[in-house]
């Protein structure tokens, strides 16, 4: 019997992959899963392990107390309202307390976002459990879609549970629709998306303290920016609104909000000048379009500092 019986056989490799000078066996790499079956994969995991940490138990339990404490309160002033009170301010006292729910509505929504993605990349880093992902034949760029989905879709619930049980709450009680309620919900639920994007991007190079540090120091900076620009188009201070439109420009989350809020405040809420709920200056479209763009631009800046980081 020959020797080349017991000699191991040569892996067969298709002609296109073969130099043309050489004829070397080529080892066979265990191929990883597709790009989309990644996303999916990161997706589900993301939601395993926000369930995991007690993430959207806690996120479901404040979502419920805050619409029902929102129904308590407008029942009670529903109760208590005078019969003698005309229908109009009826209905305007309605429209303020549904705006002053949705204005601490969205503070808890942005706080959220930043607070459960602060800690998606940096922290499986620190933590070496990103070791075991990362370094399989899979694209990076595919995590970190895959968790930026995940926390979309839970943020989105969120967003329906508060910003939209307010606005249910309102109907129920009251028989109150919220003007806009459409373009109001999709205006909070992009400054939601926002704040995800620019904090998955800070978590691929910061730790997890950080990225939320910088994250909610952008959001406050927007804040103040957009009251400096509601004072200044008040008292017509060119200067003002120009610091204010460059704040929105660095971070355009609360634009979204001063946006939507002209979208469902109420005709006497709007002539009472400046404060936390209405707006007098009032974003433009071409912000909103802005705002978009800075989220899709800072979730492809995460893929790409994921992919060149050293792990």
């Given at each position: 019997?020959?020797?080349?019986?017991?000699?191991?056989?040569?892996?067969?490799?298709?002609?296109?992959?073969?130099?043309?000078?050489?004829r070397?066996?080529?080892?066979?790499?265990?191929?990883?899963?597709?790009?989309?079956?990644?996303?999916?994969?990161?997706?589900?995991?993301?939601?395993?392990?926000?369930?995991?940490?007690?993430?959207l138990?806690?996120?479901?339990?404040?979502?419920?107390?805050?619409?029902?404490?929102?129904?308590?309160?407008?029942?009670?002033?529903?109760?208590?309202?005078?019969?003698?009170?005309?229908?109009?301010?009826?209905?305007?006292?309605?429209?303020?307390?549904?705006?002053?729910?949705?204005?601490a509505?969205?503070?808890?929504t942005?706080?959220?976002?930043?607070?459960?993605?602060?800690?998606?990349?940096?922290?499986?880093?620190?933590?070496?459990?990103?070791?075991?992902?990362?370094t399989?034949?899979?694209?990076?760029?595919?995590?970190?879609?895959?968790?930026?989905?995940?926390?979309?879709a839970?943020?989105?619930?969120?967003?329906?549970?508060?910003?939209?049980?307010?606005?249910?709450?309102?109907?129920?009680?009251?028989?109150?629709?919220?003007?806009?309620?459409?373009?109001?919900?999709?205006?909070?639920?992009?400054?939601?998306?926002?704040?995800?994007?620019?904090?998955?991007?800070?978590?691929?190079?910061?730790?997890?303290?950080?990225?939320?540090?910088?994250?909610?120091?952008?959001?406050?900076?927007?804040?103040?920016?957009?009251?400096?620009?509601?004072?200044?188009?008040?008292?017509?201070?060119?200067?003002?609104?120009?610091?204010?439109?460059?704040?929105?420009?660095?971070?355009?989350?609360?634009?979204?909000?001063?946006?939507?809020?002209?979208?469902?405040?109420p005709?006497?809420?709007?002539?009472?000048?400046?404060?936390?709920?209405?707006?007098?200056?009032?974003?433009?479209?071409?912000?909103?379009?802005?705002?978009?763009?800075?989220?899709?631009?800072?979730l492809?800046?995460?893929?790409?500092l994921?992919?060149?980081?050293?792990?």
């Amino acid at each position: 019997m020959s020797d080349k019986v017991f000699e191991p056989a040569e892996a067969v490799v298709p002609p296109e992959i073969l130099d043309g000078s050489s004829r070397t066996s080529v080892v066979a790499v265990p191929r990883g899963p597709g790009a989309a079956r990644t996303v999916i994969l990161m997706t589900r995991m993301t939601f395993l392990e926000a369930a995991r940490r007690k993430i959207l138990w806690i996120a479901a339990i404040a979502g419920a107390a805050f619409v029902g404490l929102f129904w308590a309160g407008l029942h009670s002033l529903l109760q208590g309202m005078s019969p003698k009170v005309p229908p109009m301010n009826r209905q305007e006292g309605i429209g303020m307390m549904t705006m002053m729910a949705l204005y601490a509505g969205t503070m808890m929504t942005s706080l959220m976002s930043a607070l459960i993605s602060c800690d998606t990349i940096s922290g499986e880093i620190a933590s070496g459990t990103i070791h075991a992902i990362a370094t399989k034949p899979v694209n990076r760029w595919c995590l970190v879609l895959g968790k930026w989905i995940g926390f979309v879709a839970m943020l989105t619930m969120y967003v329906l549970c508060i910003e939209g049980g307010t606005m249910a709450v309102g109907w129920i009680e009251a028989r109150h629709a919220t003007p806009h309620s459409g373009a109001a919900l999709s205006l909070i639920w992009l400054q939601a998306v926002l704040l995800i994007s620019v904090t998955i991007a800070f978590s691929t190079r910061l730790s997890a303290l950080t990225s939320g540090a910088c994250t909610l120091g952008l959001y406050g900076l927007a804040f103040v920016g957009g009251w400096i620009e509601q004072f200044g188009a008040i008292h017509y201070v060119r200067a003002c609104v120009n610091l204010g439109i460059l704040a929105s420009l660095v971070m355009p989350s609360d634009a979204l909000w001063r946006r939507a809020a002209f979208k469902v405040q109420p005709p006497l809420l709007g002539a009472a000048g400046v404060s936390p709920f209405n707006t007098s200056a009032v974003p433009s479209t071409a912000m909103v379009v802005y705002a978009a763009l800075y989220a899709i631009l800072a979730l492809v800046l995460a893929q790409i500092l994921f992919e060149r980081r050293d792990l």
